[in-house]
């Protein structure tokens, strides 16, 4: 049984703090996990879209700091040894860095948008959240729509979204290099554990401001071009994109200040040394709550929009046979061009 005592475990404030983080975190991690069901419940054939994997990524990210959390409490009233090394580093940087390949792979879906260079070079794409993440291919089979869902092998990822996956793999690799010269440290030997832990962190700072300054950069190039498409979905769409980059923005810097001038983020190094619960518990809501949970919920509720229903392939042909059955299939074929044209430009203006 866990006991709320001075020098036994944290604070009493602090620790109502990482209660407090922890159930936040896993209710977000339930409803995205629960949207995802959602979505893939009626959006199966089209594999993993954009939304099916920021839902993911997300649920993902804010399971691992309920994780965190959850062990902290315990590793701190129970005074694991193991965990003030390289395990509690572990297991505080790993949902930190899908959080920052979650909005890393945001950036590059806006950097795609922002560098399109004509309308007729990417004709097929519709950049929407159901559009699906790698193939354009539309599946033949019920076979083929499980083995697409199912399985990863044959996914094309777009360029810059190869970057993305190159650069999440490297500071993934960093960390883990990290982590072994932390426990290396503990012995006796020239490499300060506490050293090791503040250069990684300040440099992952560094990393979330600059992700924030893009954000806001390519957030503001997009609500310039959408402004410019007038209909009801641009509108909707510009707003959220300028809602994503002032929150980004905001939040990241707050995030990195705090990572910076505090050393809120290796808590998991505590050794039952005095500290003021209250300001600690302040700056850990600031870190934490303010930094990754507010971003977390704010693309949940932007993307979360469920796909149309499937609609069969002869409910489809009926329609249009219907359709060019009916003598106002007679109009101008310059009508229909432009209307196509007016459409596209809108799909295209949905960056979310």
């Known amino acids: 049984m866990i006991e709320l005592r001075e020098g036994t475990c944290y604070p009493k404030a602090l620790m109502g703090v990482n209660v407090g983080l922890a159930s936040v975190d896993a209710l977000i991690a339930v409803l995205a996990f629960a949207q995802l069901m959602r979505i893939h419940s009626r ?8 939304q099916k994997v920021f839902h ?15 062990l902290t409490i315990v590793a701190a009233c129970k005074g694991w040894i193991f965990w003030s ?10 949902p930190k860095i899908l959080f920052l390949a979650a909005f890393l792979l945001l950036l590059s879906f ?43 092998r044959a996914v094309k990822v777009g360029s810059r979204q190869k970057v993305v996956v190159l650069v999440t793999l490297l500071v993934f690799l960093l960390m883990l290099v990290a982590a072994v010269l932390i426990w290396i440290g503990r012995g006796r030997n020239p490499i300060d554990s506490s050293v090791v832990a503040r250069v990684y962190v300040d440099l992952f700072a560094l990393a979330v401001l600059l ?3 893009a954000l806001a950069c390519y957030g503001l190039v997009l609500f310039l071009k959408m402004s410019k ?12 994109v300028a809602g994503l980059a002032v929150v980004s923005v905001l939040c990241f810097t707050s995030s990195a200040a705090v990572a910076v001038f505090t050393d809120i983020p290796l808590l998991f190094n505590w050794h039952g040394q005095k500290i003021n619960g209250v300001c600690t518990s302040l700056l850990m809501v600031l870190y934490y709550f303010i930094g990754s949970s507010i971003p977390s919920v704010f693309v949940l509720w932007v993307m ?22 009916d003598s106002s299939a007679t109009v101008q074929p310059q009508r229909w061009t432009a209307a196509a044209s007016v459409q596209n430009q809108v799909s295209r203006a949905s960056p979310i």
């Open 56 to 70: 993911l990524m997300i649920g993902s990210s804010n399971l691992g700091y309920f994780l965190y959390f959850a």
């Open 85 to 94: 090394h390289s395990c509690g580093f572990v297991v505080m940087a790993f």
């Open 43 to 50: 959006n199966t054939h089209n594999g993993w879209t954009r």
């Open 304 to 325: 979360r929009e469920l796909p149309p229903p499937l609609v069969t392939f002869s409910q489809q042909e009926s329609r249009t046979i219907a359709f060019i059955s």
């Open 229 to 240: 498409v007038r209909s009801e979905r641009a509108s909707s769409e510009m707003w959220k």
């Open 211 to 213: 992700l924030g300054v």
């Open 110 to 152: 806006w950097v795609d948008l922002c560098h399109q260079s004509n309308d007729e070079e990417d004709e097929d794409d519709v950049y929407s959240p159901r559009e699906a993440l790698l193939e354009k291919n539309k599946p033949n089979s019920n076979a083929d729509s499980r083995q697409r869902c199912c399985s990863f």
